[in-house]
């Protein structure tokens, strides 16, 4: 029997063929649950969720807008009935050096991940605090904890460690309607926002800071969110669990 038999689950940026949302969709489909694949293209998110199998959804969802999110959840829970977990997973990096950084690449790069985070946990709460439960898991970064790097720039870390607070402060304040909040933090995973943008001076250096000597998969992150979203994790809420190979070791 699979962790997450009969659970409906939300999954925001979940299009990517090689990205953590499709595999943490995966995961989840493998575990019973029944998965909305949310994207910014409608044709894209409706091909990933037919991968899944025909009782998943997919939609277009701009998570930065907040009625269209609001629409969306309404439409799943309308549909489904419920909505038990929500992973927010959309994301988008810059490799920009602090100098380089205009306006419009921080709101680019603060809004998915903040507004994104934030639009979408606000439309699904009142929801789960009416049911007495639910898990909600924020997609984080190693960014966060140590400074952008290579992919990511200061904006983009800035956007992380926003994440982390957003999911503290909302863990601490629905912890006691038993809605748990917890995040991700991934390091070098191999996905399509680090794959392709690397020369192999780069790649060597990026895999010495990692003790594991590897660059994660996408399903490690995934294994992750399937502890983070199921009753595994029951008295877990406010947590960042890292996924990184030991890099801040
Ligand atoms: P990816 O680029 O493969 O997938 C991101 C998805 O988000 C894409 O499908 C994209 O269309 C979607 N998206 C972008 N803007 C959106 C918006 N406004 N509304 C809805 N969807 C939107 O990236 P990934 O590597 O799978 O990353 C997933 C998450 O994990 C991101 O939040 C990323 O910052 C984070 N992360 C990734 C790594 C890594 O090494 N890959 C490391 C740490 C954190």
């Not at 895999?207 to 294994?223: C, K, Q, T, Y």
């Amino acid at each position: 029997m699979g962790l997450l038999e009969g659970k409906f689950a939300v999954i925001t940026g979940a299009a990517s063929p090689r990205g953590l949302g499709k595999a943490t969709a995966k995961l989840f489909a493998e575990h019973g649950a029944t998965v909305a694949i949310l994207d910014l293209d409608q044709a894209q998110a409706e091909a990933a969720a037919a991968d899944l199998g025909p009782q998943h959804v997919g939609m277009a969802c701009n998570v930065i807008d907040k009625a269209q999110a609001q629409q969306v959840m309404d439409a799943l829970i309308a549909k489904w009935g419920q909505i038990d977990i929500l992973v927010n997973n959309a994301g988008i990096t810059q490799p920009l050096k602090f100098m380089e950084i205009e306006p419009e690449n921080y709101d680019a790069v603060t809004d998915v991940s903040l507004r994104g985070t934030l639009y979408c946990t606000q439309a699904v709460v009142p929801h789960m605090r009416g049911r007495k439960s639910g898990s909600i898991v924020n997609m984080s970064s190693v960014s966060a904890q140590r400074g952008g790097g290579i992919f990511g720039g200061p904006h983009y870390s800035a956007a992380k460690a926003g994440v982390l607070g957003l999911t503290k402060a909302s863990a601490r304040e629905l912890a006691p309607d038993n809605v748990r909040v917890n995040a991700i933090c991934p390091g070098f995973i191999a996905t399509d926002i680090t794959q392709g943008k690397l020369t192999p001076e780069m790649k060597e250096m990026v895999l010495a800071g990692i003790p594991m000597g590897r660059a994660g998969e996408a399903s490690d992150v995934a294994g992750c969110a399937l502890f983070l979203a199921s009753d595994l994790s029951a008295y877990c809420t406010g947590t960042e669990v890292d996924v990184n190979g030991g890099s801040l070791i």
